[in-house]
């Protein structure tokens, strides 16, 4: 048995798979329902609406619903997509046992304490027959799979089958003769007055009683269990019914029985706290599961998996009776698996699928794993039982010919865990006495090893073995019988290995663990469903599937989802983009994956921006993982290349400080948040031309003012006093008059708002004594005296601008990063000059801004000057007046250009011109003092060159030394003249100098450092 999924809860009386997700309702002992997905593990919803117990529920096979009975006599519908009951069926008078829908029809099957079973029409809402015969509680009642038959159990000691052909014919359909049939005699049926629902067989043969029957999905077979402890099968024909054996096992009572959907078994579960599998054949039992403390109450089947579920005392659980994952091996070009009983090739250059030969039977158990042996051609097949300790493998030889398949090669059978191929001629098996033994190929043991605790093997390469403990990984070199290195990992599952056997993937529940040959782990990914197999990509990627998905791994730890999975397939190959896979049915299958995502993270890993480029042209790369990955790993203008939505483009283009790119993204949002960004970012690159459009439209007046202030610009902080004259604002009007020391325009200003005595005194502190005059003329002095201006007032007048700032300001000039040198060049084939990256710019421009869009030197002046914003005035008519310009405006004297960076046509010609302004930093190189470590092996050596753990390493190895404080002191003083200092210019810092033994001579393969103790100063030191 093995246990899929487990849940703690109260009493579980009901149990129903969906059809086709992977979910199960359990309905409890306290009333609610729950909705569990049982491959992810987790609770979906609960239903709580009954009152007391609910005993039945069941799934519609294509509806979103779901019916429950409980103890509150109601029959509840639900839709768990509404998540509410939707209706609810009143009319038994007692407790209700089971509830199930027909797998066809609107019906609704019941059985009730109250000694009936019911057919309710779910559409019409309303019961259609009432099935009475039964003198006790009925415990369950099933409509037959296929035909018109229901099956009802009773305490009544008695299995009753109902014909419900007549109930078919009266309200649903035409039924087996068709439509003309029924309407050429349409009363045919009524002509005795035939019931709807007439009892066929009344099955006696137990001496309690009977909690549950169920029919075969395909054969005319019952199976009951009963409160005698006993379970029984019966076979019937249309005239009778009649018991056929009895399985005895059980000692107490039966509460639920059925069959197997697709193998010749019988599951049932019982108050003793166990399940037990039955063969139907030899009517035997199988195996026993069973719980500590909890009675079992309830068994269902999944319709399609091999999936069951059992409820008991404490919760559920959800298991396989067996393992379903095919046993293969991968050799080369061809895959070897094991079906039916065959081993088959697959060859994945032509797809021919071919049986090789036919293996022993005899077995019940799958084949577990497999070893294949290509030089030898001989493979080794691995059998698990239940209990460990009598698990065996065979050794078969595959015969080479072609024509020689199907012939039942005898193999040879011994007892063994895990058997393995080391060598050509050799391999290992782990017995069950957790010992490693080696064999030839006559099966004969060679030697045996004592190896570390270990209750699993795996292959790693010629003489060497992976042995599995339950939290590590040891790798184990059979030759030498020593460990070779070791990784923590909890029980790993599977083992794959690269084609060039240089990284392996270990497998567990829910773990992946990447590591070297040598078991250095490299990366380790968590998943939350179960891991199911991998294989490696040609390009080192691994694709590994989970219970739900197909998902990558790269080495550096990046790891993502590539597609959904309907059901578990387990990897064999990966090409370009199809995957080689086999099913569950041992079937094998290509999928088809979209490699992109992984391939496109590979490239940027790996440095390869060509192809990083190709693919931002070409692949549809989407979404906002990708987006968020690029960010992460320090790449948003590569994500800028390729993201169409505008405003995912202008938060990237912020974060790159692209400023052209941004405003290019605010002009096609023109939205008030984005435009105050933009100002903020652009001001703090001191692009201020971009800044004026910003604060123009969002119509920031004051912040528009005093970026005129600050750039010296007067004529259009007298533009925006008049702007703010006509728009009333008088407060702004006064803050422009101050800032271009407009006097009187600030007396007009206080005198119009009544404010006569500050106008009064303003005029009089600035000499203007007409104005004062004027002022004084409209006061009624006596009543309001007018104060004198202080003596020794001194005048503020603000700074007048020596020059007039009409360039952004200069930015640092940069290596251009690979993409925005190939975007450009892209670009220039298009025709388009490369220093414009705003694509909507005028034509009438003349100039286009040199230097490159990225270089920040204000090829951005054109822009916004050519907009009069929102304000239809006219407001800024003369902002237009800067337009003509490129953008540089050398005529302004201020701004002295270097040679490098001054203003090219926009037809510059060769690419290699128009990055000239560009300094690409030169690469770091590697210090003398790396180079002396490299090249000796002394102690002293080392210390010069800084590196004291080396030394410590050396003098250890050399003479044997292991407490170094004594040596501090000398450590330190030697350390001090490995290196003179040379001063540079001011305020630099320091530039040291290394001074070498055979400096005439050195080169970084014999670099030394200077000797600083000669023999001569250590004999003075000594006298």
Same mark, same amino acid.
């Given at each position: ?57 069941? =799934? ?26 939707? =209706? ?230 959800? =298991? ?131 190896? $570390? ?217 023109? #939205? ?125 007048? $603000? ?18 990063? =690979? ?55 006219? #407001? ?92 501090? #002191? ?54």
């Amino acid at each position: 048995m093995l246990t899929k999924f487990e849940t703690k809860s109260p009493r579980v009386k009901g149990l129903t798979f969906h059809p086709t997700r992977p979910w199960i309702l359990a309905s409890l002992h306290n009333g609610v329902i729950q909705l569990w997905d049982y491959r992810m593990c987790t609770l979906l919803e609960k239903f709580d609406e009954h009152d007391g117990p609910v005993r039945g529920v069941d =799934f519609h096979k294509h509806q979103p619903l779901f019916v429950s009975g409980g103890d509150d006599y109601k029959i509840k519908i639900w839709n768990y997509k509404q998540r509410k009951c939707i =209706f609810t069926l009143l009319g038994h008078l007692d407790y209700i046992r089971t509830t199930v829908f027909h797998h066809e029809y609107p019906w609704i099957l019941s059985a009730s304490d109250d000694q009936t079973v019911r057919i309710w029409n779910w559409q019409s809402r309303n019961c259609i027959s009432v099935l009475t015969g039964h003198n006790h509680y009925v415990m369950c009642a099933q409509f037959h799979p296929s035909e018109d038959m229901v099956v009802s159990a009773s305490l009544d000691q008695t299995v009753r089958v109902w014909d419900i052909s007549g109930l078919r014919k009266k309200s649903v359909a035409p039924g087996p003769g068709g439509l003309e049939d029924h309407l050429r005699n349409p009363g045919s049926t009524d002509l005795f007055g035939q019931a709807d629902v007439v009892v066929k067989h009344v099955l006696e043969g137990h001496d309690r009683g009977v909690n549950w029957a169920s029919f075969h999905p395909n054969m005319p077979l019952i199976v009951s269990g009963a409160d005698d402890r006993q379970i029984k099968l019966w076979r019937m024909n249309d005239n009778k019914a009649w018991e056929v054996d009895t399985c005895r096992g059980h000692y107490n009572n039966v509460s639920c029985v059925i069959y197997h959907p697709r193998q010749d078994l019988i599951l049932s579960n019982s108050e003793d706290k166990s399940i037990r599998v039955w063969d139907m054949t030899k009517r035997n039992c199988l195996h026993t599961f069973r719980r500590e403390h909890d009675r079992f109450w309830v068994i269902a089947a999944h319709p399609t998996l091999n999936l069951f579920a059992a409820g008991h005392d404490a919760g559920m659980v959800v =298991f396989k009776l067996e393992r379903e994952r095919p046993a293969h091996a991968i050799v080369g070009n061809l895959l070897y698996y094991v079906k039916e009983k065959y081993l088959r090739k697959l060859d994945f250059t032509t797809s021919r699928d071919t049986a090789v030969m036919q293996l022993r039977g005899g077995s019940r158990n799958p084949v577990y794993s497999m070893s294949y042996n290509a030089a030898e051609n001989a493979v080794l097949l691995n059998t698990r039982t239940q209990n460990a300790e009598n698990s065996t493998y065979d050794l078969y030889p595959v015969s080479a010919d072609e024509d020689s398949s199907h012939v039942n090669s005898e193999g040879k059978r011994s007892s063994g865990l895990t058997a393995i191929w080391v060598a050509r001629n050799r391999f290992a098996v782990l017995d069950k006495s957790h010992s490693l033994v080696i064999k030839n190929l006559k099966n004969e043991v060679t030697k045996k090893l004592t190896i $570390p605790n270990c209750d699993e093997i795996f292959y790693a390469g010629t003489g060497m073995l992976l042995l599995r403990d339950t939290d590590a990984v040891t790798l184990f070199d059979v030759q030498q019988k020593r460990n070779m290195g070791n990784v923590k990992i909890p029980k790993c599952r599977y083992v794959v290995w690269s084609a060039d056997m240089s990284l392996v993937a270990l497998l567990s529940k829910h773990q992946v663990t990447i590591c070297t040959k040598k078991l250095e782990v490299l990366c380790s990914v968590h998943e939350n469903t179960r891991v199911k197999s991998g294989t490696w990509d040609d390009s080192g990627v691994l694709v590994y599937t989970t219970s739900n998905h197909i998902k990558y791994a790269i080495t550096n730890g990046d790891h993502g989802i590539i597609r959904t999975l309907d059901l578990p397939v387990y990897l064999t190959r990966i090409k370009g983009n199809q995957v080689f896979c086999l099913d569950r049915e041992c079937k094998p299958r290509i999928l088809n994956i979209d490699p992109t995502e992984y391939k496109f993270k590979l490239a940027l890993i790996n440095r390869k921006y060509e192809e990083v480029l190709h693919m931002v042209r070409n692949a549809k790369l989407v979404g906002q993982s990708i987006i968020a990955y690029l960010q992460q790993k320090g790449y948003p203008e590569v994500a800028l290349h390729f993201v169409k939505d505008e405003k995912t483009r202008f938060a990237l283009a912020l974060e790159c400080s692209n400023i052209d790119a941004a405003l290019e993204a605010a002009k096609s949002l023109d #939205d008030k948040e984005c435009w105050e960004k933009l100002g903020e970012a652009a001001l703090l690159q001191g692009n201020h031309q971009v800044v004026e459009m910003c604060y123009q439209r969002t119509k920031n007046f004051d912040k528009l003012s005093f970026l005129y202030l600050i750039t010296g610009n007067l004529d259009k902080l007298r533009k925006m006093m008049k702007i703010a004259e006509i728009r009333k604002d008088t407060s702004g009007q006064f803050q422009n008059a101050l800032y271009l020391g407009d006097v009187q325009e600030r007396v007009k200003i206080l005198s119009g708002c009544g404010q006569n005595s500050l106008a009064y005194l303003t005029a009089m502190t600035h000499g203007l004594t007409e104005e004062a005059e004027k002022v004084k003329e409209t006061v009624d002095t006596e009543k309001t005296p007018l104060p004198a201006a202080a003596p020794g007032a001194r005048l503020l007048q $603000p700074p007048p601008p020596i020059a007039q700032s009409e360039q952004n300001w200069p930015l640092l000039t940069v290596s251009r990063g =690979f993409f925005d040198s190939a975007m450009m060049a892209s670009r220039k084939a298009e025709g388009v000059a490369a220093g414009l990256a705003a694509a909507d710019v005028d034509d009438d421009m003349g100039m286009g801004g040199g230097g490159g869009g990225d270089g920040g030197w204000g090829d951005e002046a054109d822009l916004g000057m050519d907009e009069d914003g929102e304000v239809k005035d006219d #407001d800024f008519e003369d902002a237009k007046e800067d337009a003509e310009g490129d953008g540089w405006a050398p005529e302004d004297d201020d701004l002295d250009l270097p040679a490098d960076l001054e203003p090219t046509p926009a037809d510059a010609g060769a690419a290699g011109e128009g990055e000239d302004g560009y300094f690409v930093a030169p690469t770091r190189g590697i210090p003398p003092t790396q180079h002396w470590t490299n090249n000796s092996a002394l102690p002293v050596d080392h210390i010069l060159g800084g590196n004291i753990e080396s030394a410590f390493r050396l003098l250890h190895d050399q003479v044997g030394v292991v407490n170094f404080e004594a040596y501090k #002191d000398h450590f330190m003083t030697s350390y001090s003249r490995s290196r003179t200092m040379v001063v540079g210019m001011p305020s630099a810092p320091s530039m040291y100098c290394y001074p070498q033994s055979n400096w005439k001579e050195s080169n970084p393969k014999n670099g030394l450092p200077a000797v600083g103790l000669k023999l001569n100063d250590l004999v003075s030191r000594l006298q």
